[in-house]
C-alpha cells in the first residue's frame, strides 16, 4: 500500500517521503480516503499511530485545492489540548506542506503574544492552537474565525480531562457551522461521544490497529472462480468460516439486490445498501447489521461512503470495482484493533484487467486461489465486461 494509492497528491507524497515514510499506517489508510472526500471524521487513536499525518496529510490537500481568500483568513483550526502537541503538530504541518503554497502558524498561552499576532496579521491558512490563547485573542479582536473550513480537534480526551469543554464549545460557537470536522481521540468515553454527538455531522468512525501500525495488518486473497458460481462460493466461505458478519460488496444496485434475495434464500440474514434505498431503509440496515440480526450488508461503493459501518474481521468484493481506487476504500473497512482484517476479492475471467489495475495501484501481489468445485469459467471471456468504463477516472454518478 502506497500513500499514493489513498487518493494523495505529488507533492504531498513527495514530502512524506521525504521524512522517511513509504507505507501508510493503518490510521493513515483509514482516515485520509474519508477526509479528502469532505467528510467528517471520529477517529480512534493513540499518538504513535500515524495519526497527526493521518489529519494533516488530506486536510492540506483539500485547502491547497482552494485557492487561498485575499487576505488569507485561517481556513483550517486544528485546537490541541497542550503546548507541547500544538508545536509537534505545527511541525508536522510545515514538513508535509514543504511543497505546497499555504502558510500556518501555532499559538498557545504562556508566551507574548506579539509575533503571534503578527504573524496572524500576514495570513496564515492553517492555524494550530491551544484553546484558551484562541479564546483570548478572539476576544481582543486578533483574529477572526469566520472562515474556518476544516476543524481537527485532536487528543480531544485530553482536552476534555483537562476541563476544555466550556472552551471547546466557545470556539464553536465562532466557527461557521458548515465546516469539516474530525475528531482524534485515545479513548472514547461517553463525554467524548456526546461531544462528537454535538458537533460531528454524520462522522465516519474510523480506528486505528495498534498492534499492526500498517495496512500490512489488512490479508488480502482473490478467488478466481466461474461467475455463475460467485454466490455458491461466497455462501460456503460464509458458512464454513463461521463469519458473523461480512460486508459485501457489489458493482451495481442490482448486483446487490440479487444477491441479497439469494443469500436469504439460502437462510443467511442480509440486507442491501445503495443509492436506491431510502434514508430509512439504510437506517434499518445498518441497525439491523449493528445489533447483529443481519449478517450479511450487501453494499455499493458510493452507498457505503461515509456510512458509520463498524471496522469488520472480513470484507468480500463480490465483484472488483472498475475504478481501482475503491478498492483501497473498500479493504479499509476491515482491521480491528488488535486483529487483523481478512478482504477477500471474488474474481471472474472478465475481472482480470481490474485486478491487475489494483494490483498496480496499490504495489503488491494479491494472492490468488482456486477452491476445488468453483474453478473459473476455462471458456469465458477475459474481456472486461464494459471496455469504456474500465480505465474511467471520474466517479460513477449512476450508483
Ligand atoms: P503520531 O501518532 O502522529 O504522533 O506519530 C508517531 C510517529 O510516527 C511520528 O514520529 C511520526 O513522524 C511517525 N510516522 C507518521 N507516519 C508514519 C508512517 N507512515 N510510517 C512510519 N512512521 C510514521
Do not use: C
Request: aromatic residues 4%.
Amino acid at each position: 500500500m502506497s500513500f499514493k494509492s489513498l487518493g494523495l497528491t505529488e507533492s504531498l507524497v513527495k514530502a512524506v517521503n521525504h521524512q522517511g515514510y513509504d507505507t501508510p499506517t493503518s490510521i493513515q489508510v483509514k482516515s485520509i480516503p474519508p477526509v479528502l472526500e469532505g467528510k467528517d471524521v471520529l477517529a480512534s487513536a493513540q499518538t504513535g499511530t500515524g495519526k497527526t499525518a493521518g489529519f494533516t496529510l488530506p486536510l492540506l490537500q483539500l485547502l491547497s485545492q482552494k485557492q487561498p481568500l485575499r487576505k488569507r483568513p485561517v481556513r483550517a483550526l486544528i485546537l490541541t489540548p497542550t503546548r507541547e502537541l500544538a508545536a509537534q503538530v505545527h511541525q508536522n504541518v510545515k514538513d508535509y506542506g514543504k511543497f505546497l503554497d499555504l502558510r500556518s502558524t501555532v499559538i498557545f498561552g504562556g508566551v507574548s503574544q506579539k509575533s503571534q499576532v503578527s504573524t496572524l496579521r500576514n495570513g496564515v491558512d492553517v492555524l494550530i492552537a491551544t484553546p484558551g490563547r484562541l479564546i483570548d485573542l478572539n476576544n481582543q479582536g486578533l483574529l477572526s474565525l469566520k472562515h474556518i473550513e476544516i476543524l481537527v480537534l485532536d487528543e480531544a480526551d485530553r482536552m476534555l480531562d483537562m476541563g476544555f469543554l466550556r472552551d471547546i464549545k466557545k470556539i464553536m460557537g465562532l466557527i461557521p457551522k458548515q465546516r469539516q470536522t474530525l475528531l482524534f481521540s485515545a479513548t472514547f468515553s461517553k463525554d467524548i461521544r456526546k461531544l462528537a454527538n454535538e458537533f460531528l455531522n454524520n462522522p465516519v468512525s474510523v480506528e486505528s490497529t495498534p498492534e499492526n501500525t500498517t495496512v500490512e495488518a489488512i490479508k488480502q486473497k482473490a478467488y478466481r472462480v466461474a461467475k455463475a458460481k460467485k454466490t455458491d462460493l461466497l455462501i460456503k466461505l460464509i458458512s464454513e468460516g463461521d463469519w458473523e458478519q461480512v460486508l459485501v460488496f457489489t458493482r451495481t444496485k442490482h448486483g446487490a439486490n440479487k444477491l441479497v434475495k439469494k443469500l436469504e434464500a439460502a437462510k443467511i440474514g442480509a440486507a442491501p445498501i445503495h443509492g436506491n434505498k431510502s434514508q430509512t431503509a439504510r437506517t434499518k440496515a445498518l441497525a439491523g447489521f449493528k445489533n447483529g440480526s443481519i449478517k450479511v450488508l450487501v453494499a455499493t461503493d458510493i452507498a457505503s461512503r461515509g456510512l458509520d459501518i463498524p471496522l469488520l474481521p472480513h470484507v468480500v468484493n463480490f465483484e472488483l470495482p472498475n475504478v481501482s481506487e475503491d478498492y483501497v476504500h473498500r479493504i479499509g473497512r476491515t482491521g480491528r484493533a488488535g486483529a487483523s482484517g481478512l478482504a477477500i476479492s471474488l474474481v471472474s475471467a472478465d475481472e482480470t484487467v481490474f485486478l491487475r489495475d489494483i494490483e498496480k495501484l496499490i504495489g503488491e501481489k494479491i494472492p490468488k486461489e482456486v477452491l476445488e468445485g468453483f474453478e473459473p469459467d476455462p471458456n469465458a471471456s477475459t474481456k472486461p465486461f464494459n471496455p469504456q468504463q474500465r480505465r474511467q477516472k471520474s466517479r460513477r454518478k449512476s450508483k
